[in-house]
């Protein structure tokens, strides 16, 4: 009879939410790996029904303390697409830019203050900013400008206050403009430090072969459109989404798992839109990630860490491209009217696409609504990572093997609460 | 040199409220000299309070085994308590005790930092504070109050 082993972590840190991890290992195979969520799901589609459409933005934001604009902005080009309206022009333009604060603030709060520690043997930023106070202090610096870019264009850092379909209820002056972009010529500095301090890291040897599922923009990194695409050959409108991916109800989860069609689980976040859109990098982003030792692809899920510095540094780079050629808008929203008909958008989020699709009846009202986030997209991904990655280390002690299967678990840097539509780890060994 | 109350909490997770709610009601007194801010969410945020400020008076639901409406008060100051400090459980990425300890190694304290816990009783989205969280409000309010005297005079 085997020995069976079962590593068991009841409540994973250093992820958003709450959610537990269940490995069980018989002999020297690996039996079972469950990436187990029970946040309690919430219910948020079924919240949405029989709203107006002008509330989805706001609604929807409340789904997440970490990425709220995600939210707002899948909802607002949803709601747009169901009633035929295309935002352009300088509007356009600040809606990409809130988007680069999220990706800044969130990535930077990912890679310091959780992920980080683990490469480096600590067991919290606290450890860690006892060793190098600068380099936290840094992260701090670099977190806040993100939380300024929000701060400014969404009306306030959490949950922002200030988006509407259409646009925004308020823009912010020319001067707040000006002097946000004196802030991020600093935070360039800082994103381009923390690309250099990350790549020094030591990464497992763990690539993997993946499908890749991200949106592609014909003239730019992707934040707000684009089809979406595969490294197998993908290639759709966001319109199109329910024809190739399904969600399916696993018993260990309140999260739903989503699956293409056609070859099963598949993988979003920065290594997707790293490897599929690396040519639309700006040029400081591009030298970034080749100084640092990444090639045009990255398949490894250890240094998706790497890949967020390198996208904090094009988030960065991006703001001030936006706020050196920004005419400010006339007028702060173009109007929407309803009309009965269904809409789909899918945006960039730090941790990957975000889908939303809304039916709407003529008055505007929200008849069915469907949310995709990330993290769900994800789940199959991370188990069969934890598989792959557990089976040649069998050897380790259980608490070097929960340590490490947690950190392949971050690798993600799953947003569990957006996910329920938290963790916990345990390993059995028989 | 000022002192600043700051409230944590989430308004939508019942007991979770009380931080915010103790907030509402103080600062409609306008003490002189006093500043209050909250932090709903990113609890990172209190680093940035705590610039400028001599003293800071957190207050935040918590979940130590006690029993519901239970207020106690830890100086943490000087010394990191970071048992009892774990109690402010938090689902977010992270919590309280951590962002306190952040501080104190970066040298980001205030000369004093008080923490006000009270024992709560349902986290239950959507419902309103528990009768016993509920009760305990007005004596919170009391101590608070006596906090920033103390500070005046002293």
């Known amino acids: ?430 | 040199m000022s002192t600043m109350v700051i409230g944590i909490g989430n308004r939508e997770r019942a007991d979770d409220a009380l931080g915010l709610i103790a907030i509402d009601r103080l600062q409609r007194e306008h003490p002189a000299g006093v500043e209050f801010a909250t932090a709903r969410g990113d609890v990172l945020k209190v680093l940035d309070l705590f610039e400028g400020a001599h003293k800071v008076i957190m207050i935040d639901a918590m979940r130590s085994g006690g029993t519901p409406g239970q207020v106690v008060r830890l100086d943490v100051s000087d010394v990191a308590v970071k048992v009892d400090l774990a109690n402010f459980a938090s689902s977010h990425t992270v919590n309280l005790a951590e962002a306190i300890e952040l501080a104190r190694t970066l040298g980001r304290l205030p000369a004093h930092l008080i923490v006000y816990g009270v024992e709560a009783q349902d986290f239950t989205l959507g419902n309103g504070l528990s009768p016993a969280v509920a009760a305990a409000l007005e004596g919170l309010l009391t101590r608070v109050r006596k906090e920033w005297a103390c500070t005046k005079h002293g």
Not at chain 1, 177 to 197: G, I, M, P, Y
Not at chain 1, 232 to 248: K, M, S, T
Request: net charge negative; aromatic share 8%; with cysteine.
């Open chain 1, 1 to 430: 009879m085997a020995e069976q082993r079962t590593i068991k972590v009841d409540y994973m840190a250093r992820v958003e939410g709450e959610s537990a991890l269940d490995i069980v290992i018989e002999g020297d195979a690996v039996k079972d790996v469950k990436l187990k969520i029970f946040e309690p799901p919430r219910f948020f589609e079924a919240l949405l029904r029989g709203r107006s459409f002008l509330e989805a933005p706001d609604i929807t934001a409340r789904i997440c303390g970490i990425c709220p604009v995600a939210y707002q902005m899948s909802a607002v080009h949803a709601m747009e697409d169901a009633c035929g309206v295309k935002v352009t022009g300088p509007l356009r333009a600040l809606r990409r830019l809130l988007y680069c604060g999220e990706w800044i603030e969130s990535h930077v709060l990912h890679i310091y203050m959780l992920h980080a520690p683990d490469f480096l043997g600590k067991h919290s930023v606290v450890e860690l900013a006892a060793e190098h106070p600068e380099i936290i202090r840094r992260g701090l610096r670099l977190k806040k400008t993100g939380n300024e870019i929000v701060g400014l264009l969404g009306g306030r850092e959490i949950h922002p206050i200030n988006v509407r379909v259409g646009g925004f209820y308020k823009i912010p002056t020319k001067s707040d403009f000006a002097a946000l972009a004196e802030k991020l010529k600093l935070a360039r500095d800082d994103a381009l430090a923390t690309v250099s301090w990350v790549s020094g890291f030591q990464f497992p040897d763990f690539d993997q072969d993946y499908e890749f599922v991200c949106l592609s923009h014909p003239d730019e990194y992707p934040y707000n459109e684009g089809r979406i695409v595969s490294s197998r050959g993908l290639d759709i409108p966001v319109q199109a989404f329910h024809e190739h991916f399904v969600e399916d109800h696993v018993a260990h989860s309140t999260a739903l798992h989503c699956r293409l069609k056609a070859r099963g689980h598949y993988k979003v976040g920065p290594l997707a839109r790293y490897s599929l859109n690396y040519d639309k990098l700006s040029p400081l982003a591009k030298q970034a990630a080749m100084d640092a030792g990444l090639g045009r692809t990255c398949n490894n899920p250890f240094k998706s860490i790497l890949v967020r510095a390198v996208e904090v540094v094009y988030a960065v780079d991006e703001a001030l491209r936006i706020l050196d050629t920004l005419e400010r808008p006339d007028s702060p929203c173009v109007e929407v009217l309803p009309r009965a008909g269904t809409g789909f958008a899918a945006t960039e989020a730090p941790r990957g696409m975000l889908h939303h699709t809304y039916r709407l009846d003529a008055e505007g009202n929200i008849a069915f609504a469907q949310i995709i986030p990330p993290t769900s997209q994800n789940q199959a991904t991370i188990e069969d990572d934890l598989r792959h990655f557990i089976a040649p280390r069998l050897s380790l002690p259980d608490d070097q093997l929960q340590w490490q299967c947690e950190q392949a678990v971050r690798n993600y840097d799953p947003c569990i609460s957006c996910s329920t539509h938290f963790l916990k780890l345990t390993v059995e060994r028989r």
